[in-house]
């Protein structure tokens, strides 16, 4: 096989996993899509608590399973999906499938499904899992497009068909994956990384559950809508972060800022043809399209400081990395509260939180640059 055949086999690959990564994305959407058509506003609005819920219990869970032994040098196996969170992630969803029309089934099913699902996309995106993937990604378009038709058509089966979906996907990638590893990543680095990301996670959950708390059902509906359409850029930056943990890699960067360009200009053009209000009905008139930018380049925005994140965390330093991350989700939870108290504009909004993310890219650089210096002094120039 010659260098340029590897390069564009290794390209084409890293191409099906951030598509599929898409396509798992889209379930949150296709979830909030099908409730617009069948439940209450009120309904819908706990849904998207539930939904940001969910994000938040798999993020932190898969987090603090698998990273801390992606980044341990001692251990030969680095992820693996463990049987348990397979078993409750099919055991969670099938109440959606057997209650579709039960607000109180999708409470249970949704964080238990994302759970399963989150777990084994880090473990196919570290694996390079680009074939199985590839089946997972079939099976959740396929079941989000029957969902969204049954809905349309105002069936509660629509729940179900979207659940068995989530099923299968869940199923498919467990199928090849080793669902135990040996070894224990150390105790320090792992209770780090999973307060770090329980600080980060808490951001999004905070937000929506504020908005909530204020009884504005239409403005949380269209808030979770809008971080669920961001989703579409999370695989790309999850994969980026996720390869980055093990080696850096200035293509991979540079592909995925391309990507995620790409990946905005395609949200802009859904958004001017109507596709999401289309999707999420009328709660989605509450976005505009100054707002939906400014949503955009906040995500943007989080692409440059990932690197200096990554090269810290590969460096060791997940202490330090912590407390950054704690001063960056306080101050994201402040101005949150502040912004939504004051004003119901998600665009001020989102603006406030791409302020919030150039000072914690600032933060991390500026302890990167103190740690490269460092490194080169105790490293002498060669003769």
């Known amino acids: 096989m010659t260098a340029a055949t590897a390069t564009g086999r290794g390209a084409f690959q890293s191409l099906i996993m951030v598509a599929s990564g898409a396509v798992t994305a889209i379930v949150p959407a296709a979830v909030q899509g099908v409730a617009a058509r069948l439940f209450a506003l009120d309904d ?9 819920i969910g994000s938040f219990i798999a993020g932190v869970l898969a987090a603090g399973l698998l990273e801390p032994r992606m980044a341990d040098t001692s251990l030969m196996e680095k992820t693996y999906i463990p049987l348990w969170a397979t078993a409750l992630g099919v055991a969670g969803t099938l109440g959606m499938v057997i209650f579709p029309g039960s607000v109180a089934a999708m409470a249970v099913g949704l964080p238990c499904a994302m759970l399963a699902l989150q777990i084994g996309r880090m473990h196919a995106a570290f694996t390079a899992g680009w074939k199985m993937e590839a089946l997972t990604a079939s099976a959740l378009v396929l079941g989000a497009g029957g969902a969204l038709v049954l809905a349309g058509q105002k069936s509660p089966w629509a729940v179900s068909v979207l659940g068995l979906a989530m099923i299968v996907a869940i199923l498919v990638r467990a199928v090849k994956a080793p669902y135990k590893a040996s070894g224990r990543p150390r105790l320090a680095p792992t209770a780090w990384i999973t307060l770090e990301t329980a600080m980060v996670a808490l951001v999004p959950v905070g937000i929506v559950a504020t908005v909530y ?33 093990g080696a850096h890699s200035k293509n991979l960067v540079l592909g995925m800022s391309g990507l995620s360009v790409v990946a905005i200009a395609a949200i802009l053009l859904l958004e001017t043809l109507g596709v999401f209000t289309a999707l999420f009905g009328p709660a989605w008139s509450v976005v505009t399209m100054g707002a939906l930018s400014l949503a955009c380049l906040w995500k943007l925005i989080t692409i440059p400081s990932t690197l200096p ?23 994201y939870l402040a101005v949150s509260v502040a912004l939504l108290t004051l004003s119901d504009s998600l665009a001020l909004l989102f603006l406030g939180l791409a302020v919030v993310e150039t000072m914690t890219g600032l933060l991390l650089y500026a302890k990167y640059r103190s740690v490269s210096k460092a490194q080169q002094v105790l490293e002498p120039n060669p003769a």
Do not use: C
């Not at 509906?221 to 999850?238: C, E, M, N, R, Y």
């Not at 994140?309 to 101050?331: K, M």
């Open 44 to 52: 819908q609005a706990h849904i998207a608590l539930f939904l940001s």
């Open 213 to 245: 708390l204020l009884q504005r059902n239409d403005e949380a509906v269209a808030l979770k809508a809008t971080i669920t359409v961001l989703g579409a850029l999370q695989p790309i930056l999850g994969y980026m972060r996720t390869r980055l943990l």
């Open 309 to 331: 994140f990554t090269y810290l965390r590969r460096a060791g330093l997940v202490g330090q990395v912590f407390w950054i991350r704690v001063a960056s989700s306080l101050l």
